[in-house]
């Protein structure tokens, strides 16, 4: 089964900086996605950046990038210049290339703060 | 174009009573997803529909919850009777494609009393 682990529950940015949100997932499948999404106290889960497990070239969108380590089976998400509206949860998901819209799997997340 | 539409955002029950969320996928999604979320977790799937057929549900407690999607749009779930447990917020999510992210609605949140 696949599982998606998420180990620091909280971490806290100064605006403007830079900080790194740790993921980490096992599957014995070769071909897959692995997904950031931001929850807001809204509770809308939205979209961050998407990563097909064959591609070797991180993503980036703005000023979210990722670190995917398909040997190790890390997926970090790295967020530049930090900004008081990025404060939310955020979730690594995980789900399956093969199976039309097969299920996403999600770890616990992870509380962002950002300090003014 | 209009996101996934939940409703209600917030329901209130007392245990031992039914209750039933109501969701509107995306325009053109023919896949529908459910998925319930305790506190502090991630979301997790109740039960998805490609159309109008229930294609995994198997982590639906089928005992107590049940789902329809009528006509392949909307999509109705329901709880009966709740316990108190079953506090949590229920998101509804559509696709198009298996390369994209899901849509997400905004999600219920159900507490029982």
């Known amino acids: 089964a696949q599982t998606v682990t998420q180990s620091q529950p909280e971490m806290s940015v100064q605006e403007a900086e830079t900080v790194t949100l740790s993921c980490t997932y096992d599957?014995?499948?070769?071909?897959?996605?692995l997904f950031w999404y931001k929850q807001p106290p809204s509770r809308q889960m939205i979209l961050v950046i998407r990563?097909?497990?064959?591609?070797?070239q991180n993503a980036t969108e703005n000023r979210f990038s990722v670190n995917f380590q398909k040997a190790a089976k890390s997926f970090s998400l790295k967020i530049s210049d930090s900004q008081l509206g990025d404060a939310a949860m955020y979730f690594c998901a995980y789900r399956i290339h093969t199976g039309a819209n097969s299920k996403l799997t999600f770890g616990k997340g992870i509380t962002l703060s950002v300090r003014p | 174009e209009a996101g996934v539409v939940q409703s209600p955002r917030y329901k209130i029950i007392e245990k031992k009573q039914p209750v039933a969320f109501w969701c509107n996928p995306i325009s053109g999604h023919n896949t529908l997803y459910w998925y319930r979320q305790n506190l502090g977790q991630g979301p997790e799937l109740l039960i998805r529909?490609?159309?109008?057929?229930?294609?995994?549900d198997s982590q639906l407690p089928k005992d107590r919850f049940s789902a329809e999607r009528l006509k392949g749009v909307d999509s109705t779930l329901k709880i009966q009777p709740a316990e108190l447990g079953d506090s949590a917020v229920y998101l509804c999510a559509s696709s198009f494609t298996r390369r994209d992210g899901y849509t997400f609605g905004s999600g219920t949140r159900l507490t029982v009393v």
């Open positions: 599957t014995s499948e070769s071909d897959y996605y």
């Open positions: 990563q097909e497990a064959y591609k070797q």
């Open positions: 529909y490609e159309n109008e057929e229930a294609v995994d």
